[in-house]
């Protein structure tokens, strides 16, 4: 089934939104990251739509839409539903224009995204905690909208919404002084890729327009093998500013006609890059927006001595979620395992396993333990973080060698869940 395109961003609508973007989002840096450029041995350039005022790029769009609007639709005001950065580029427009806006989030939101919606929004924006994910809270917005008659703002799939986002490429193609090789763009529902996919398409057709998405949550990468928008059944929602079961209609015509290719990275690749960003760099991001540095190391061969740009979508990250990105970037990297381990319920037998078993460098960082009586043996779940992957094989050979093995559980999902 063919998807025919029916809508395309013109230059001339894309101009017009940075016409009214102007004085009201950042023209955010484009700079060279020395420390991907030497690994990678090519010329890396960083878009930091992370320094806008609402720490992602979300606010052209919104702002772009909102401002397009009638006086008979400013008057009844506007709907959404996000669980982030759509909702606070939204709570910004309606303050900026003065119009009043409903945003529908899930009732699991964060506190803190909550409070910087109503932060930037003021008086001019209701939060309405409804819902238990993003989906729920996205048909109660739509309802609301019917019922009221107020306009639904899109996260993604709208006309203004889209044109709006174009305008990131736009300043891209403004900033930089060389012909552009590569541009890597995050996708979540598309509308940042179809609008920067447009505007190169008209302004610079040579370079190659890359999608990123996380690999629990591939819903372009899905739809344009199978050639028209598909449902993903379930989605890891780790990523939560790209993870979406479905993208857009419209965004995915553009994207299926105008992205060279879309790739997914492991969200524990993410993680990686997430740390490597603020122990190198001091660059703050959230998941969402280390997606396209993440899918830098899977490029390495196609990339040498190219001139490539990587959109840094956002750093709306929550300080709590640290131990969690540093756990999954471990796990990728075959540094931290889980292990049921039977400890004979005699003394001595733990200073065993750690004498006898345990390498120098092995460290414990996980540890359940419940002595049971009138019982040989007593399991504990034991979490272990290696100094390399090829520890691994040595550290189970000796656990059998010593009675102590139980079970590994980094490959029993329906177990491990528990602990990560």
Known sequence: MNTTVTYFPTLEKIREAASKLDGVVQKT?????????????????????????????????????????????????????????????????CRLLEIHGVIYMPATTPQQKIEQVRMFGEDFVEVRLMGD????????????????????????DDEKIIEGQATVGLEILEQCTHPIDYVIVPIGGGGLAAGLGSIFKHLSPHTKIIGVEPEGAPAMKASIEQGYVVTLPHIEKFVDGAAVKRVGNRTFAICNELLDRVMTVPEGSVCQAILDLYNKDAIVVEPAGALSIAALGMMADELYGKNVVCVVSGSNNDITRTAEIKERALLHSNLKHYFIVNFPQRAGALRQFLEE????????????????????????????????????????????????????????????????
């Open 133 to 156: 994910t993003f989906d729920d809270s996205f048909e109660l917005a739509q309802e609301a909208s019917y019922q009221s008659g107020k306009t639904f703002v899109h996260p993604f």
């Open 357 to 420: 078993v345990l390498g120098p460098n092995d460290d414990i960082t996980h540890f359940e333990y419940t002595k049971k009586t009138n019982r040989e043996n007593g399991s504990a779940v034991v979490g272990l973080e290696l100094q390399s992957p090829n520890d691994l094989a040595p550290l189970i050979e000796k656990m059998k060698h010593y009675h102590f093995y139980g079970d590994y559980l980094n490959d029993k999902p329906e177990l491990f869940q528990f602990l990560v």
């Open 29 to 93: 840096p484009l700079s060279k990251s020395q420390r991907y450029s030497k690994e990678l041995a090519c010329s890396v350039y960083f878009k930091r739509e992370d320094l806008q005022r609402v720490r992602s790029y979300k606010i052209r769009g919104a702002y772009n839409k909102i401002a397009s609007l009638v006086p008979q639709e400013t008057e009844k005001g506007i709907v959404c539903a996000s669980a982030g950065n759509h909702a606070q580029g939204v709570a910004l427009s």
